[in-house]
């Protein structure tokens, strides 16, 4: 069986998800996903998150980027498909 293609998305997480743990959060989120990509803080509060994978790990890992860490206050997800880029692994920035 041929593996499933990847395909990538970005979201951008608002509320209060920065000095929270969002990104690592997300992380390890990822790695048990066995997606690539990054989390990075941005400048107006939000946290900016890449991912590729399968479709099936993307819906999976939309689905706890909603919830966040303990912490974490996520009001509001903004979800875009992406280009594919190559990242070896999932880093936070």
């Given at each position: 069986?041929?593996?499933s ?5 970005r979201?951008?997480?608002?509320g ?50 909603r ?17 594919v880029?190559?990242h ?6």
């Amino acid at each position: 069986m041929p593996p499933s293609p990847k395909s990538a998305r970005r979201w951008y997480i608002s509320g209060r998800v920065q000095g929270v743990g969002y990104r690592y959060f997300a992380e390890h989120a990822a790695e048990a996903l066995n997606l690539t990509g990054y989390a990075q803080n941005l400048a107006d509060g939000r946290v900016e998150i890449y991912a590729v994978g399968t479709a099936a790990a993307l819906d999976e890992f939309a689905g706890q980027l909603r919830q966040g860490p303990r912490f974490s206050e996520v009001r509001h997800v903004e979800e875009e498909q992406a280009d594919v880029r190559n990242h070896g692994f999932f880093d936070v920035r």
